[in-house]
T-cell receptor, first 116, second 113 residues
Framework: AQSVTQPDIHITVSEGASLELRCNYS??????LFWYVQSPGQGLQLLLKYFSGDTLVQGIKGFEAEFKRSQSSFNLRKPSVHWSDAAEYFCAVVMNYGGSQGNLIFGKGTKLSVKP | ETGVTQTPRHLVMGMTNKKSLKCEQHLGHNAMYWYKQSAKKPLELMFVYSLEERVENNSVPSRFSPECPNSSHLFLHLHTLQPEDSALYLC????????????FGPGTRLTVT
């Protein structure tokens, strides 16, 4: 079965430091890829998405992600973290069944803490 | 603010109660979803409606009953719930098109006592 793995449950970084959150998926073809962020008590907000084309995609709030087909990965990065980035981050994929679309499959999330 | 609203934001109910969760979107989307988010578990897709017809039910217990009267509104009717049903229930909607991203509401925090 298709799955999404976020190997880091909780990450703590210092404000101003760089950030990389990992995401791997298991599927034979290229899915559609998403990163969402969830602040406490809130719903999920889309940060960025990859469908095709340039494998480095830019999102909101200074985030970017790179799709690496050979590694089945879609890691999220930010060069300088702000205290307001503390939240939980979810990687998600939609399997592309040759034109028809499957449902979003989410990873378990990575909680980001930012220390001053 | 994503354009998807959910009410109530918090709900406490006993196991014998009947309540309903409401979701509303005015984004022109044609698909709506219910998800369950429990601690330490991935988001679980419960129901999918496309053009007001249910297209997916991921083996959800019958004590959860969805209703989609039109493309802007989605309900989740609850009855005789169990304590393990306590969770954050998220509604989402998406526009037409392959690979369209989903827009989420803020969720309803449900506690079953």
């Amino acid at each position: 079965a298709q799955s999404v793995t976020q190997p880091d449950i909780h990450i703590t970084v210092s404000e101003g430091a760089s950030l990389e959150l990992r995401c791997n998926y298991s599927y034979g073809a290229t899915p559609y890829l998403f990163w969402y962020v969830q602040s406490p008590g809130q719903g999920l907000q889309l940060l960025l998405k990859y469908f095709s084309g340039d494998t480095l995609v830019q999102g909101i709030k200074g985030f970017e992600a790179e799709f690496k087909r050979s590694q089945s990965s879609f890691n999220l990065r930010k060069p300088s973290v702000h205290w307001s980035d503390a939240a939980e981050y979810f990687c998600a994929v939609v399997m592309n069944y040759g034109g028809s679309q499957g449902n979003l499959i989410f990873g378990k999330g990575t909680k980001l803490s930012v220390k001053p | 603010e994503t354009g998807v609203t959910q009410t109530p934001r918090h709900l406490v109910m006993g196991m014998t109660n009947k309540k309903s969760l409401k979701c509303e979107q005015h984004l022109g989307h044609n698909a709506m979803y219910w998800y369950k988010q429990s601690a330490k578990k991935p988001l679980e897709l419960m129901f999918v409606y496309s053009l007001e017809e249910r297209v997916e039910n991921n083996s959800v217990p019958s004590r959860f009953s969805p209703e989609c009267p039109n493309s802007s509104h989605l309900f989740l009717h609850l009855h005789t719930l169990q304590p393990e049903d306590s969770a954050l229930y998220l509604c989402a909607s998406s526009p037409p098109g392959t690979g369209s991203e989903q827009y989420f509401g803020p969720g309803t925090r449900l506690t079953v006592t």
